[in-house]
Each structure stands twice: as C-alpha cells, then as structure tokens.
C-alpha cells in the first residue's frame, strides 16, 4: 500500500513537470510577423488593391528617412526582398531599408503588366508611392524589383519616366525597343541591373536583344549591366537577381575592400580612395572623409601581406585611426612592434613595445614585449 502511494506521489510529482516544462515552452512559442499587409481603396484601379510593408528594426527609435525597395509581385518576392535587405545591411553593404510588396495575381499582373500598363503606372506613383512617403520617413533613393512580365514593364517604364526610381532590377524578361532606348533622357544617373539564365528558355532571347539595343545606343546617364547566371531556372533566378540587383545600386555605399596591395595601386591609390569617398558622398550623403574602416583594412593588408613599405605608408598616412579605441591595447601594440623588430625597424620598434609595456602593464604579451624591447634595443631579431 504504501509502495503504491509512493508511485502515485512520484507519478503526479514528474507529471507536474512535464506540464511546468510545457507551459514554459508553450510561453516561448511566439508568432514571428513580418511587416504589415495595408489596403488601398484605389480609384484608379477601381478596386481595393494590398501592399505590404516593412520597416526596419531601427525606424521606430530614429528620426531619420529611409529609401525604399519596391516589390513587383509581392505575393511571391516579398518576404525574399526583406530577408536579402536584412542580410546585406549586417556587414553595411545596403543601408536599411523600407520595403514594399505590391501583390498582384494572375491573370490580372500579365494584364497590368501589358495593356494596361499606364494605369497602373498611375496606380504605382499616385497612390502606392503617395502613400509611402506620406506615411513613413523617406528619402529620395528609390529602387524597384520585377520577375517576368514585371521585367518587361520596368524596361520600358525606366526609360519613358526615369524620374521615378534610382534604380530597376529586372530579371527573367525584360525588353525596350531602339526607339525608346534612344528618347531616354535623364538628369540624374539611373542604374539598370537585368539577370537572366540560358536555362530560361522563355525569355532569353528578348533580353539578349534588350542588352544588345543598350550596347548599341549606350544612354547617357543610364547605368546598365547584364548578367547571366546560368545554375538558376526560371523559377529561382528571382531571389538571387534581387540580391545581386541590390548589390550592384549599393556598389559604393560599403567601404571599399582590396584584394592586394597591387590592387590598390593599379585603381590609383590614394587618388582612388578620396574620389572614391568624394563620389559615395555625393550619392548617399555620407562623410566624404576616408573612413576607419578602410585605413584599418589598408593597414592590416600590408601587415599581412608582409609589405614594409606600404604599411609605413599606411600608418603615416593613417595616423589618427591609431589613437581610436580599437588599438588601445597591448595586443596591437605587441603585434606593431613585432612587425617594426621583424623589419629592422628598431626605432618604431622600441615606441610600440614600450607603449604596450607602459599603458597595459601585466598583460598575456608581457614577456614578449619585454624580450622584443631588449631585441630592438641591441639591434637583433631572434
């Protein structure tokens, strides 16, 4: 009797917590939304049309404006536009982002698409477009994304209305005839990114053609490249040209990386670097300085590569990023010093060690800055 109150007892003791253990999880389970689903009552298309909104994490404690990536066909590219923004803008390759989808289904897209092409131009800038900016912080940076019969209405809306967007990716379709590739004008440069695959076997040809009519005329002010990327299908290369597409408007937005210190002296050096950063300022209204991020990587490009003389060049002409935070340490200050004592340099040499000694005393680099002072001191590497 008492060995089945035992088990009773033990039996309800381990049920309790299982459903403790389940309540806790069942707490964690919470629904993940992204975006919002918003309906505008168009009187242009005679019909109550969704679009669907995202802001980025930072908008609501900023005051700042964002650009915009519009979605043709929102009902598939939507959710494929927000995650290829979130993923570019952790490494500063895009900035953040407001992203719209405009969800239109067959057969009513090919139709809008085609025939009707300028009401829904009307549609897309007096009442989408409207909206965004009345409703949300934006900037004037626009870019807009279209996937098939999208492709095809794009082409030619860029060249008819450049003023609308800064920048069309289009791919899988897409095409404009001479006549309107000729007649494009514009007072701003507006960039132009088509994608498309030999596998897409619907639509290659028109856009092979597309790209020969730009070869052929060369728009001023339109900035245009073609590529193909022959691993995707029809029905993949979408999520990929959107990412690619992104990349290519955003060429200058990040900091620029080298490959080599050859590179960087075949683009023209320090003349690259200020024309670079003078032109990134006059597209995005960033700093026009040279930024730390490019003179640490310079820095640590030479030193890795084992160049002398352009890592004293960079650490010259880079001398204030050495007094930021990021080298208030005895890690750089031993890694510097082992660098200077390697080349027989002995008087920078003996300036790091002696820092890091000094500034960070009873670190794990004690012994070898010690050692490396005594070596520099007496003109010797071990």
């Known amino acids: 009797m008492k060995k089945r109150h035992f088990l009773t007892k033990t039996f309800i003791f381990i049920t309790l ?56 066909d929102g009902q598939w590219y939507f959710l494929s536009g927000v995650a290829v923004h979130t993923a570019m803008k952790t490494p500063r390759s895009i900035p953040e982002m407001i992203v719209v989808g405009i969800n239109t289904s067959n057969p009513l897209r090919r139709r809008l698409f085609g025939d009707e092409n300028k009401k829904f131009t009307n549609f897309l800038v007096n009442e989408v477009i409207h909206y965004i900016d009345s409703n949300y912080r934006t900037n004037n ?5 279209g996937w098939e019969s999208a492709a095809y209405y794009l082409s030619n809306l860029i060249l008819q209305q450049s003023e609308i967007f800064d920048g069309v990716i289009i791919t899988d379709g897409g095409y404009a005839s001479e006549d309107k590739v000729k007649g494009f004008t514009s007072q701003k440069d507006v960039y132009l990114f088509m994608a498309n695959s030999k596998k897409d076997i ?26 193909l990327f022959n691993d995707e299908v029809h029905e993949s290369l979408g999520h990929l040209a959107l990412y690619k ?21 075949d683009l023209g050096g320090m003349n690259y670097l200020t024309n670079y950063f003078e032109k990134r300022s006059e597209r995005f209204g960033m700093d026009k300085q040279i930024d730390n991020s490019t003179k640490d990587a310079l820095i640590w490009l030479a030193w890795k590569r084992n160049n002398f003389k352009y890592f004293t060049h960079f650490m010259t002409e880079f001398e204030d990023v050495l007094t930021t935070q ?10 510097f010093g082992q660098f200077y004592l390697k080349h027989n340099d002995y008087k920078n040499a003996i300036k790091y060690f002696k820092a890091g000694l000094t500034k960070y005393p ?11 002072l005594i070596n520099a001191k007496n003109g010797k590497i071990d």
């Not at 309540?23 to 505008?40: C, D, K, V």
């Open 17 to 72: 917590c299982f459903i403790s253990i389940g309540l806790s999880i069942a707490q964690e389970n919470n629904s993940i939304s992204i975006g919002i689903n918003h309906t505008i009552q168009s009187s242009i298309l005679n019909q109550d049309r969704t679009i669907q909104i995202y802001v980025p994490d930072s908008y609501s404690d900023s005051t700042q404006e964002y650009p915009v990536l519009y979605i043709l």
């Open 141 to 145: 940076h626009r870019v807009v994304f």
């Open 202 to 227: 619907y639509y290659i040809n028109s856009t092979d053609a597309f790209n020969k009519v730009l070869k052929d005329n060369a728009p001023q002010n339109l900035i245009w490249n073609y590529s």
């Open 245 to 265: 597409g992104l990349k290519y408007f955003y060429h200058n937005y990040n900091s620029p990386v080298f490959e080599s210190i050859q590179q960087y002296i």
């Open 326 to 335: 990021r080298y208030a340490s005895a890690y750089w200050q031993n890694r």
């Open 362 to 372: 009873n670190s794990q680099f004690e012994e070898k800055m010690q050692k490396g």
